[in-house]
């Protein structure tokens, strides 16, 4: 299951620096590990005028992809939300997010320069601070990775699909993510996660409780169950709508 981590601070604070350090230190552990970075000129692309790739987008292609024999790349020339962008790298352990500081649903880590930044900075699920010290969380110098990234190891949970289904004991999925913050439950303990039935409507992963994950798996098992080669461990159903 897919644990996620923020590392926010202003321009020129360090936090590329952090989250380099962080990504290393996880992969010496031997963790599957992946980052996002948040890039907010609305110009930007990683692409690059004159090259072929920039070519094939500029004569209206929406994915452009490149091969080459250490390394596959894809653009996409369309707007992507966060929670699902972070959907994209299921199937490693840690997902280093550099940035964001709008987005208040994953554990944060806030390197900041001063009190009035690490102010700006703080979140209801921050969990360290590097840099100036906070006076209420752990607080971490720039060479002190491996501590920071033990915290890590402890208090950093999975997005949480927001479906408030209580099956994990807790009212809210916000009310669970600060029990794993505070040590009160496992990081693992969202019952909605440990998906039977995943749900994607035009590539956008639709969050489901429990109850409608087995009761739309359940119908499917039971109308499938008389076809021949239709039963398994594992389903897969596609639907397309036809105008």
Known sequence: ML???S????????????????IRELVKRGYKVGAIKHVRDEDFSIDRP??????????GAEVIASLAPNEFATIEKRHVELEDAIA?????????????????????????????EIKELAGDLSIACVGAPCPHLPSFKIDEIVELVDLVERKAFPLLPGVNCKQCGFESCGGFARAVLEGDAPWNGCVALKERLKLVVDRKKIPLKPFVQDFIAGA???MLSSLKGAKGREIELKVRKID
């Open 3 to 5: 644990r996620v981590v």
């Open 7 to 22: 590392v926010v601070g202003f321009h020129g604070a360090g936090k590329t620096r952090v989250a380099e350090a962080i």
């Open 50 to 59: 004159g090259k072929d790739t920039w070519r094939h987008a500029r004569a």
């Open 88 to 116: 994209r790298f299921e199937g490693l352990d840690f997902l280093i997010v550099e940035g964001f500081r709008e987005f208040n649903e994953i554990a944060r880590i806030i390197v900041a320069r001063d009190e009035g």
């Open 220 to 222: 499917i098992e039971g």
